[in-house]
């Protein structure tokens, strides 16, 4: 249960995150239910060597199989519409799950210049290039700040009433809170960080996390945390969500990729492949 100054805190650093991040609208001509047919997951933006765009799972970018558009949320507890034509992004397969372990997955949606203009005046994006020089060579441990993760529970999602030109008007509602970090495993290629989330008295966790597929990980270091003031320090962008295990003895675990993933592998793939 956390006390109204760990209620700042996590609203603060969530804030803050909410800056990179972003749910994707899938937008096509065949939608029905605009809950269920729209709405796909989530993404953090990035930038590699001057190439800009959405880090994302792998399931999820294969949503957007043309013809379709592509929605950005920008504007949070805004009513608005943002579209990219199919034709103005392209889905890179960083890495292509295997069809029983379910892992890697991992891709990378490319944005043009003329759209990203656009996003920059309500996002940011996180220069993989530059933050790999200070997340590979010393990283936290697991035990070390605080971790966060960024989505969009789909089960919460909503229909809004017309506002102006907007009709039917979708709600999204982006949660940022905190998990444990219980596990970190390392193979040749990737890392995955497994997250536990709590349920019961005093939780207000989303019975599903179905929608936070792709949301972003992120690694806290916060100054004086165990003091009336704590303050965070450093925003570190850490992993990727794709996998929400059941509910077993009120505690649920998300499947993260890590830092290596992103920094190494997504990077070093995205900057050959995805130009």
Known sequence: MTTSDDQHLIEEIGQRIDLYSTALMRINSQVVNPLTDVFIGCGTFVQIDGQFGILTA????????????????????????????????????????????????????????PDVGTIKAYKQFVNLSAERERVLPKPL???????????????????????????????????????????????????YVDIQVNY????????????????????????????????????IYSGVIFYQSDVIDQKRILNCHGRRSVYEYAYTKIRNRCA
Do not use: M
């Open 200 to 235: 019961g008295e005093g939780y207000e966790t989303p019975k599903t996390f179905g929608g936070y597929s792709s949301g972003g990980l992120w690694q806290i270091r916060i100054k004086g945390i165990n003091t009336d003031s704590p303050t965070p320090t450093d925003w």
């Open 58 to 113: 792998h399931h999820v970018a294969a949503e957007l199989t043309p013809p379709c558009q592509l929605g950005l949320i920008l504007k949070p507890e805004t009513a608005h519409r943002f579209i990219i034509d199919s034709n103005h992004f392209t889905v890179c397969e960083v890495a292509i799950p295997d069809k029983v372990a379910e892992r890697p997955d991992l891709a990378f949606i490319g944005l043009y210049p």
């Open 141 to 191: 441990g697991l035990g070390e700040g605080a971790w966060f993760i960024w989505g969009a529970a789909a089960c919460r999602n909503t229909i809004e009433p017309p506002e102006g030109a907007l009709n039917p008007i979708i709600g999204l509602h982006g949660l940022c809170g905190p998990g444990l970090a219980v596990n970190e495993t390392l193979n040749s290629e990737h890392d």
